[in-house]
């Protein structure tokens, strides 16, 4: 295979900010904060091996905005400086290879499983369908005040992002988490300026967005991941979703990551999709065709991508500005540089078994056995593509003993 053009153009974002290529590390939650939520040292050795495969951007794991809402065991949490000189290392790490690094942060609101959390935040007190209500409690609604203090944190921790030299965050709006939940006719049923008409809906969104502006100027990068769709009942739509990401372009942010799903349709990885979707490389590539005549911000794609001939053509066509790819990297960290070499890699990301279907969902290989592939190469190791499905569960239960089969989060 020749190699790919559009993929190794460099691509100018809004703020100035010049990536070297269209390849993006998606976020994938690392689990690799300290026992008091710092960020360990095995993050800057992860991101070092990230930045050899030759990836153009990367944006790391949700970050926690909030110490008393945290998404799973192991999350790094920013709302002050303390850490600055770990964070430091680790910006400086993903950038070691000239490719630029950005911070993924995160509020889970209702999507924190009951053992982490004492009660759950969220626009409306709505739980969970019967198969997630064991796992995550209702939540009890937020209040006013309790919303602009969130708002204000978001763009406080992405301040400390910028003085430790990260180049940009990211604000998860996809998958569930709190933006998400504000985003949704289904989990906002507020009657208040936060909730009813879309614009309502979308004011959390626009104000994290404005906050985090505000406190890092216009120079530093500033995008989000947002749903195509939630792929649930009475949930955020597309038509929904492609006019929130014209108000945000408008408003000047710098790069939109598309994706789709929540906990209860987990819509990002493939799953709760037609067979037609799944088959197609790029599971989120239609909506973002479509909203490519609306909108001139950068647009990156991520979920289900596997081949450089898929990767090359969702850019080429000029759909994509930039493709994610998440469970390969954990695998192929040398994925990016092998296609913009014009070899013409192999995706190796299967699904996962023991073998046994009880016992797989317990372990939630699909979750776990990423993770373990991440803490491996923070360790100096290389992945494993070849890790059994109860080798992997062993591993799990040595690192977290007693939580290792605690319901922890879906994949996203
Ligand atoms: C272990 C794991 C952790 C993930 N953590 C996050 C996360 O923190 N934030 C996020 O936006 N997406 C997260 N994702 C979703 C990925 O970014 C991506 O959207 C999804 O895996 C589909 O892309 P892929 O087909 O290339 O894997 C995670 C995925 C995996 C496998």
């Known amino acids: 295979m020749s190699p790919p053009v559009a993929l190794a153009r460099p691509l100018t974002l809004p703020n100035g900010q010049v990536l070297p290529n269209r390849i993006l590390k998606s976020a994938m939650s690392e689990t690799l904060g300290t026992p008091t939520h710092a960020p360990s040292a095995a993050l800057p050795v992860l991101y070092r091996r990230w930045a ?13 905005i909030d110490w008393r809402a945290l998404g799973e065991p192991g999350n790094v949490v920013v709302e002050d400086d303390r850490d600055l000189d770990a964070l430091s290392a680790w910006a400086a790490a ?5 490719g630029a690094i950005w911070v993924q942060l995160n509020h889970p609101g209702k999507q924190s499983p009951s053992f982490l959390n004492k009660g759950t935040v969220a ?28 708002i204000e944190r978001f763009g406080r921790s992405a301040a400390v992002m910028k003085s430790a030299g990260f180049h940009g965050v990211q604000i998860h709006g996809a998958h569930g988490y709190l933006v998400s939940q504000f985003l949704s006719p289904h989990h906002n049923r507020r009657t208040d300026r936060w909730g009813g008409s879309l614009h309502n809906r979308a004011r959390f969104c626009r104000e994290v967005y404005a906050e985090i502006r505000r406190q890092v100027g216009p120079d530093f990068g500033v995008g989000i991941k947002i749903n195509s769709a939630d792929f649930q009942q009475g949930g955020f739509s597309e038509a929904e979703s492609a006019e929130v990401i014209v108000g945000l372009a408008e408003a000047g942010i710098d790069l939109v990551e598309i994706s789709g799903g929540t906990y209860e349709a987990p819509a990002m990885t493939g799953r709760s999709q037609k067979a037609s979707t799944r088959a197609r490389e790029g599971y989120f590539l239609s909506f973002v065709e479509g909203l490519r005549s ?13 081949t450089a001939a898929g990767m090359e053509a969702a850019v080429q066509d000029g759909a994509a500005d930039l493709v994610g790819l998440a469970r390969t990297l954990a695998i192929q960290p040398d994925f990016p540089k092998q296609v913009l ?8 990301v299967r699904p996962l078994s023991t073998g046994v279907k009880a016992v797989d969902k317990v372990a939630m290989l699909d979750v776990t056995w990423f993770e373990n592939q991440l803490a491996r190469m923070g360790q100096g190791q290389e992945p494993d593509p070849d890790l059994g499905g109860w080798s992997s569960l062993a591993r799990t239960i040595w690192a977290q003993g007693s939580q290792a089969f605690k319901i922890r989060r879906a994949k996203g």
């Open 52 to 64: 050899r495969g030759g990836v153009g951007l990367s944006i790391t794991g949700n970050v926690m």
């Open 94 to 98: 993903g950038a070691s290879e000239g």
């Open 123 to 150: 626009p409306s007190a709505v739980g969970f369908g019967p198969e997630l209500a064991r796992a995550f409690g209702v939540p009890r609604a937020l209040e006013e005040a309790e919303i602009e203090d969130l």
């Open 294 to 306: 609306s909108v001139k911000v950068p647009l990156a794609v991520t979920g289900g991508f596997r």
């Open 341 to 348: 070499a014009g070899d013409d890699p192999t995706s190796l």
